[in-house]
């Protein structure tokens, strides 16, 4: 093992090494090219906006001392703000962790794929996005206590959690728009649940702060308002 400084000409990108050893017996030689990058961090900054004018004007102020040969900018137009999400759903799609929650993003996500795919631009899914969440939603018994409550990982009296059960029945509603049903028995133990929440009869752990607890409440008798 050994090493070596060097310095490069300013705006290489690239770097070859070539190393040749010989012998009585003969020898060899290899060739390698190493990428160089430059010893820089990188800020970026963005401003956005909408407009039914056919002219826009957007100011920008170039600061002083940056390295000019680095960065650039760019400009990204869209008739919608849709086409900017393809890679939010990517990124749930792939995502790789699955407690409760996480899975139950993916499938809204899913629901919302059907939905607006014709504005995307991401590629095909392998699988059909119906069944998929579908298949997701079978999980759900697994999440969930003999009391109808949610929790994120194993379900029991001190998992339970009442947002993340609010947000499953809320998410639930917001499936049927894509015709996306999850378990019959699991879906009514859960809204009961969510009805004693409303009504006072199921606690709140002690951890919740009195503002959470106006906030789930308020998820809760939307989502029993709209039931």
């Known amino acids: 093992y050994f090493d070596w400084k060097i310095t490069t000409p300013f705006g290489k990108t690239s770097a070859v090494f070539e190393v040749t050893a010989s012998s009585a017996k003969g020898k060899d030689r290899v060739q390698e090219t190493i990428p160089i990058y430059p010893y820089a961090s ?3 900054f963005a401003t956005y906006g909408s407009t039914t004018e056919s002219k826009v004007t957007e100011t920008i102020q170039i600061p002083q001392g940056i390295r000019s040969e680095l960065g650039g900018i760019s400009v ?3 008739p ?3 086409s900017h999400l393809d890679d939010s759903f990517q990124y749930l799609f792939n995502y790789p962790y699955t407690c409760w929650e996480q899975t139950m993003t993916r499938i809204l996500a899913l629901g919302q794929y059907i939905r607006l795919k014709q ?4 590629s095909e899914l392998t699988k059909d ?3 998929w969440a579908v298949e997701l939603l079978r999980e759900m018994p697994r999440f969930q206590y003999e009391n109808g409550g949610m929790a994120f990982w194993k379900p029991d009296p001190r998992t339970v959690d009442p947002y ?3 947000f499953t029945a809320l998410g639930l509603q917001w499936l049927n728009a894509s015709e996306i049903k999850g378990p019959d028995k699991s879906r009514e133990l859960l809204i009961d649940y969510v009805r004693r929440l409303v009504q006072g009869t ?3 752990p002690a951890y919740y702060g009195t503002n959470v607890k106006a906030t789930v409440l308020a998820m809760a008798s939307y989502v ?3 039931r």
């Open 42 to 44: 990188y800020e970026t």
């Open 76 to 78: 990204m137009l869209s």
């Open 80 to 82: 919608t703000l849709i």
């Open 119 to 122: 504005y995307l631009s991401i």
């Open 129 to 131: 996005p119906k069944s």
């Open 164 to 166: 993340l059960s609010v």
């Open 202 to 204: 199921e606690a709140f």
């Open 224 to 226: 029993g308002a709209v």
